[in-house]
């Protein structure tokens, strides 16, 4: 009989801790962490209260991150998502090499980035909402990042390797390519424009995008687009 009770105790405790593993969530997937910060920069994750970002935190795909000031700023590093040759040390000793880097966020001012979107396996969609502010990218070609963006006046696509987009609530969107092509399509309607590398266009509040014009056809130094503190016509730079 006694044998039988530790029998059943046996099972009952394996069924519980097998239950437990079942139930338990996923391990979080790192896809960057963060290079620079200038609070207040929040992250934000299900279940758990907000918290200011530091300098070299990981990344989990699925976290949201909430600039909530003008002067706030972020630099993130994306990691490429993938299979990796492994390099060898001393004996033909396998040795994990580090992350490899294929794209680089830039933010300064008022915004929000959702990183990854986990219900998407095959590819690391990430979305970032401008509301006043800056944001450049650089992003490697064969990269497994997908980058899109969205401000008052426009939804962006990146197929680009450098973009800039300035956005004022009273001005409107600005977005430049040094590099690449990015798809703007206005929130008012109309159908999308697609502003190639060395070109640029302003989608006004309310608006459609202009015509896009050469980056060499306007002075930005004297006569910027866009009338922002932090604007600056450096292209965004890989990771040194």
Known sequence: MRAVNSHRLLVGWFAFW??????????A???GYVKEVHPEVLAIAEGKPPRQLQPRDPLDRGLRVRLTQRTSYLLVYLYHIGPQKPSTGPQD???????????VIHLAGKSQVDLGNPSVLDRVITT?????????????PGRSHDLKGKTREAALGF????????????????VGVDEGVAIVQALAGGDPVEVTSGHWVLVPPGGFPTRPASLDSVDILEDPPLQLNDFSTESPRPPQ
């Not at 000793?93 to 794209?103: F, K, L, T």
């Not at 970032?128 to 490697?140: C, H, I, N």
């Open 29 to 31: 997937e790192e896809i």
């Open 93 to 103: 000793i396998p040795i994990e090499p580090p992350p490899r880097i294929d794209g």
């Open 128 to 140: 970032v909402a401008v509301d006043w502010g800056e944001l450049r990218v650089w992003l490697l």
């Open 18 to 27: 097998m239950g437990l593993w079942t139930w338990a969530p996923a391990a």
């Open 159 to 174: 197929k680009g390797t450098a973009v800039r987009v300035l956005a004022d609530p009273f001005v409107g969107t600005f």
